[in-house]
């Protein structure tokens, strides 16, 4: 069945290394989301994209985050120089916008999500 | 910008017990309201939604009202099960007609189902 894929699941590093987190959205979205889960902040919206073209990311740390979709079934999520403080669970989303569509609000879907820790 | 407040931060009920859940959200601006249930390593998935035109929505044991001019939503779970047990997530949107736009989420309710 169609999901929202992503990688690692998992990542371990030291502070000062690059993170690449890749998300691979539900065939046939053109709606790619990043959120940061953390037990402090909960879930915050980081950037989103709409047609491979960003929309807002306004909730991310420019000088250290960077967030592209090179195309259509990869989105991708860099930080450089990663700090402690980024340790979270990264969560992708997709989804799907008509704006000829009237008084439809289409469903989010969340992928597993990447666990990072910054050492 | 928007902001969502979610109470309780977390709950326990009996099982076959109703558990309710309360948000609030400030812009008046938002028309959708959708909830989200997260299970342990998973990401959040969606149980319920509701839209500003509407002021309640059933789904089998979940229920979800909205209340515009107070600006809360509240989501009802009856006869409560172990699976329910899981982080409930409220969240609000000012989401345009067919589309997919930016949640705001509330800080989560962890809801505990005792057998």
């Known amino acids: 069945d169609a999901r929202v894929t992503q990688t690692p699941r998992h990542k371990v590093t030291e502070m000062g290394q690059e993170v690449t987190m890749r998300c691979q959205p539900i065939?046939?979205?053109?709606?790619v989301f990043w959120y940061r889960q953390t037990m402090m902040q909960g879930l915050e919206l980081l950037a989103y994209f709409r047609n491979r073209a960003p929309l807002d990311d306004s909730g991310m740390p420019k000088d250290r985050f960077s967030a592209e979709m090179p195309d259509a079934t990869l989105a991708t999520l860099k930080i450089q120089p990663s700090e402690p403080r980024d340790s979270a669970v990264y969560f992708c989303?997709?989804?799907?916008?008509?704006?000829?569509?009237?008084?439809?609000?289409?469903?989010?879907?969340f992928g597993p999500g990447t666990r990072l820790t910054v050492l | 910008g928007e902001n969502v407040e979610q109470h309780p931060s977390t709950l326990s009920v009996q099982e076959g017990d109703s558990a309710v859940i309360k948000c609030t959200y400030s812009?008046?601006?938002?028309?959708?309201f959708p909830w989200y249930k997260q299970e342990l390593g998973k990401g959040p998935q969606l149980i319920i939604d509701?839209?500003?035109?509407?002021g309640e929505k059933k789904d089998q044991r979940i229920a979800v009202t909205l209340n515009k001019t107070a600006k809360h939503f509240s989501l009802h779970i009856t006869e409560t099960q172990p699976e329910d047990s899981a982080v409930y997530f409220c969240a609000a949107s000012m989401g345009q007609p067919g589309g997919s736009e930016k949640l705001v989420f509330g800080k989560g309710t962890k809801l505990t189902v005792n057998p």
């Open positions: 989303a997709s989804g799907w916008a008509n704006n000829a569509q009237v008084n439809s609000y289409n469903e989010q879907f």
């Open positions: 812009d008046s601006a938002s028309n959708y």
């Open positions: 509701i839209r500003s035109n509407v």
């Open positions: 065939l046939g979205h053109n709606t």
